[in-house]
């Protein structure tokens, strides 16, 4: 009876597996799908592989969420943000804020101390003093330049960890503006939060400054990215494979003014207090999206010779330099650019 019983139970059993191995179905295929969102700006996009549209359209929403989100922290441009009220208040004493923003701000002050102040988040006033911020132009005066002095300088600002404040040295307001590392840093935050979601292969893009790659298309080796050659409009410089690292490229190409035939720079020297001159563009690959959009910066405002130097002993940080008197310049960079030709583009993701 008990062996006719334990019969009767694996019968039962290898018939549930049956049944169960018949309603497996194979997952469904990979799709690519493109989102876009306006913040900071200018035009976030992702593109993704997932299922099915309605897992695309979820997922990238909460990714954009992330975006939006970020941008309340650390916009200069509204007053309710986080960074606006450091801005405000610091400069009367220490001020408490969030886990997040004392990592931004430690991680655009280390930055500053690594590049000797080539990397400053402290200009916003040199932005509007030049007329930036509205997309006009402007020259300032000397005098103008000498009264902003005060209140520039990253080494006025104290971080204290241990009770995550901010405080202002100088005890003047100060303009804390994050254009040159916040895309980045916001790009950091949607990748994780992706990763998360279980996505192995995307592509993000900050207005095309900022770009970072999550894994690969389906069979290929990574996400096909060109570099562009500022000197020739609609060609490239360097055609590279992303995957699992950041891109950014800071360059004049959009933003700048000329005046009396002269072109100015929105990208500044903080110790000139003046547009940089001589330089192109600027293109850095890092494993970081946070830290690539920063060093796009400094290897734009420090010159060629000390770019070399400071880039040297970072392996991982790979540089292409493009400067009108020293023309081509490749640090740890994939390839050989400087001696190759530009040619016309024809990859998925033009960096423009």
């Known amino acids: 009876m008990e062996k006719s019983l334990k019969r009767a139970y694996r019968l039962l059993l290898l018939g549930a597996v049956a049944a169960c191995t018949c309603v497996v179905q194979a997952a469904p295929p990979q799709q690519r799908f493109h989102q876009v969102h306006?913040?900071?700006?200018?035009?976030?996009t992702i593109d993704l592989y997932t299922?099915?549209?309605?897992?695309?359209?979820?997922?990238?929403?909460?990714?954009?969420?992330?975006?939006?989100?970020?941008?309340?922290?650390?916009?200069?441009?509204?007053?309710?943000?986080?960074?606006?009220?450091?801005?405000?208040?610091?400069?009367?004493?220490?001020?408490?804020?969030?886990?997040?923003?004392?990592?931004?701000?430690?991680?655009?002050?280390?930055?500053?101390?690594?590049s000797n102040g080539a990397f400053d988040i402290t200009v916003g006033p040199l932005l509007r003093a030049w007329g930036f911020y509205f997309h006009g132009g402007r020259i300032p005066s000397e005098a103008e330049l000498a009264a902003l002095r005060s209140h520039l300088g990253w080494s006025n600002i104290a971080l204290d960890p241990a009770n995550r404040t901010v405080h202002f040295l100088n005890g003047q307001p100060m303009d804390l503006d994050p254009g040159s590392i916040g895309k980045g840093f916001a790009i950091d935050r949607v990748a994780a939060?992706?990763?998360?979601?279980?996505?192995?292969?995307?592509?993000?893009?900050?207005?095309?400054?900022?770009l970072y790659a999550i894994g690969a298309p389906p069979g290929q080796a990574g996400w096909p990215v060109n570099v562009p050659d500022p000197a020739h409009p609609g060609s490239t410089v360097s055609t590279i494979l992303l995957k699992d690292q950041s891109l950014s490229t800071g360059a004049?190409?959009?933003?700048?003014?000329?005046?009396?035939?002269?072109?100015?720079?929105?990208?500044?020297?903080?110790?000139?207090?003046?547009?940089?001159?001589?330089?192109?563009?600027?293109?850095?690959?890092?494993?970081?999206a946070t830290d690539s959009d920063a060093l796009s910066t400094v290897g734009f405002v420090l010159t060629p010779e000390a770019s070399t130097r400071f880039f040297a002993d970072r392996p991982n940080t790979r540089v292409l330099l493009l400067a009108q008197n020293s023309g081509c310049?490749?640090?740890?960079?994939?390839?050989?650019?400087?001696?190759?030709?530009s040619s016309q583009s024809s990859q998925d993701h033009p960096h423009d």
Request: with cysteine.
């Open 38 to 44: 306006r913040a900071m700006g200018t035009e976030f």
């Open 51 to 114: 299922s099915d549209e309605q897992t695309a359209s979820q997922i990238a929403g909460e990714a954009f969420d992330e975006v939006d989100r970020i941008e309340a922290l650390l916009s200069n441009y509204l007053p309710t943000s986080e960074l606006s009220r450091i801005s405000r208040e610091a400069a009367t004493g220490p001020v408490t804020t969030d886990p997040e923003t004392f990592a931004f701000l430690d991680r655009s002050l280390h930055w500053s101390r690594e």
């Open 193 to 210: 939060l992706l990763r998360q979601q279980g996505i192995s292969s995307a592509f993000l893009s900050a207005g095309g400054s900022t």
């Open 252 to 288: 004049c190409t959009e933003k700048f003014f000329i005046q009396n035939g002269h072109r100015y720079c929105h990208i500044f020297n903080p110790l000139t207090m003046r547009p940089v001159e001589g330089m192109l563009q600027t293109s850095v690959i890092d494993p970081s």
């Open 329 to 341: 310049l490749a640090i740890h960079w994939p390839g050989n650019p400087c001696n190759q030709p």
